[in-house]
C-alpha cells in the first residue's frame, strides 16, 4: 500500500515538473511572439510615414506643376528650372581686347562718305554732294564775253571736275536777278511758261522736240528733252531735264549730253539756271557722222526718239554723275537777295 502511494506521488511529481516545464516554454514563445509583432508594427508605422511623407511631395509638385502652367499658359511655354545638379546653359561671349579690337567683317564694304562742300557768295549759296568731285569759283559779270550767252547782269559759279573731260559743255550755274533778265530778254512769255511747269509737273503734253524755257547760256537749240522733273530747291522750284544744244543735225552722244536745271525763287528776286555735262550715259560715249549725211538727216527724228527712249528708261545710277546726285545739289540751292 505503502509502495503504491509512493508511485502514485512520484508520478504526480513528474506530470507537475512537465508541466511546469511546458508553461514556461510557451510563456517565452509567447513573449518572443510578441516582441516580433511588437517590431513588425513599429517597422511598418515607419514604412508607412515614409510612403506618406513621398506621396503627400509627389501631390505637391504635381498640383504646383497645374498651377504654374495655368498661370503661364499666354505668354509661353513652361520652362523647369535647373535643379541642383543641373547647371543651365550659358551662351558664352567674348569681351573685345581693349588694346586691339578686332572690327567686325561685312558681307559688303561701304566706303566713308566724301564730306560736302558748301559754295556761298554774296548771299547765293547751294552744297555740292560729296559724290560730286567739284571745286568752284564765283564771280560776277554785266555781261558774257560769248556772244551768244547771256547779256545781262548775272553771278555765275563755274564747278571744275578734278579729272580731264572732253565734254562740249563746263558745269556752270547762272543766277539772274529775275526782273533784269526778263525786261532785256524778252522773257516774259517763257516765265509764265517756266511757272506752269514747275507748279504742276506736267509735261505730259511734250513731245522729244517740243523746247523748253531754258535762258540762253550758249550757242544753239534745244535738240530733244528727257528724264524731266519738278526740284524744289531751299526758297523756289524748278524743273530739270537732259538735252542737249545743237547747231546742226548731231547724232546723240554722252559728249553733248547735259543736265540743264531752271527755276526762280518763290520772292521773284531771282532765275537760276544751271548745267551739268556728263562724262557716262547709256548713250554712245561719240557718236561719227556717217560718211552719207543726208542718211542721217533723214532719219534723224527717228534717231532722236530712239535715244530719248532709251534715256528715259535708264535708271539714275545710269549716268555719270548720278542724277540723284546732281539733284542734290540743285535742291540745295538758297538764293537770297542782299
Known amino acids: ?13 513528474v506530470y507537475l515538473t512537465l508541466s511546469l516545464t511546458a508553461c ?23 514604412l508607412s510615414q515614409e510612403d506618406s511623407i513621398k506621396t503627400q511631395i509627389a501631390i ?10 495655368a498661370t503661364h499658359t499666354a505668354t509661353g511655354t513652361f520652362t523647369p528650372s535647373p535643379t541642383a ?25 561701304v566706303p ?22 567739284y571745286s568752284w569759283t564765283a564771280e560776277e559779270k554785266q555781261q ?33 536777278p529775275l526782273q533784269d533778265y526778263v525786261e532785256k530778254n524778252y522773257w516774259q ?4 511758261e517756266l511757272d506752269t511747269y514747275r507748279t504742276t509737273g506736267d509735261f505730259s503734253n511734250l513731245s522729244s522736240y517740243d523746247i523748253l524755257p531754258f535762258p540762253r547760256l550758249f550757242n544753239g537749240s534745244q535738240a530733244f528733252r528727257s528724264k524731266m522733273k519738278v526740284i524744289e530747291f531751299q526758297n523756289g522750284s524748278g524743273f530739270r531735264f537732259l538735252t542737249s544744244y545743237d547747231e546742226d543735225y548731231v547724232p546723240m552722244s554722252t ?39 543726208d542718211s542721217i538727216i533723214l532719219r534723224y527724228d527717228e534717231h532722236i526718239e530712239e535715244g530719248v527712249r532709251l534715256l528715259n528708261v535708264s535708271e539714275d545710277p545710269a549716268f555719270n554723275p548720278s542724277l540723284e546726285w546732281i539733284d542734290s545739289l540743285f535742291r540745295s540751292l538758297n538764293l537770297t537777295k542782299q
Not at 1 to 13: D, N, Y
Not at 39 to 46: A, P, R, Y
Not at 61 to 68: G, H, K, L, V
Not at 189 to 192: A, F, G, P, T, V
Open 144 to 176: 558774257s564775253a560769248d556772244p551768244g550767252g547771256p547779256q545781262s547782269k548775272h553771278y555765275l559759279f563755274n564747278l571744275n571736275i578734278s579729272q580731264s573731260n572732253q565734254h562740249l559743255r563746263k558745269a556752270q550755274i547762272y543766277v539772274f
Open 24 to 46: 514556461n516554454t510557451l510563456e517565452k514563445n509567447l513573449h518572443s511572439s510578441t516582441d516580433i509583432i511588437e517590431q513588425e508594427d513599429k517597422t511598418n508605422g515607419v
Open 255 to 293: 559728249n553733248s549730253l547735259i543736265y540743264a536745271f531752271v527755276g526762280v525763287t518763290h520772292d521773284k528776286n531771282y532765275l537760276v539756271a544751271g548745267v551739268i555735262p556728263f562724262t557716262g550715259s547709256p548713250l554712245p560715249q561719240t557718236t561719227d557722222y556717217p560718211n552719207d549725211y
Open 60 to 69: 505637391f509638385a504635381e498640383e504646383t506643376m497645374q498651377a504654374y502652367t
Open 189 to 192: 512769255y517763257h516765265i509764265d
Open 1 to 13: 500500500m505503502k509502495i503504491k502511494s509512493a508511485l502514485v506521488m512520484t508520478m504526480l511529481c
Open 85 to 109: 545638379t543641373e547647371q543651365p546653359t550659358q551662351t558664352p561671349t567674348e569681351s573685345p581686347s581693349s588694346t586691339n579690337p578686332i572690327p567686325q567683317n561685312t558681307a559688303t564694304h
Open 112 to 133: 566713308t562718305k566724301p564730306p560736302a562742300n558748301e559754295a556761298r557768295y554774296k548771299g547765293l549759296s547751294f552744297i555740292i554732294p560729296g559724290g560730286l568731285t
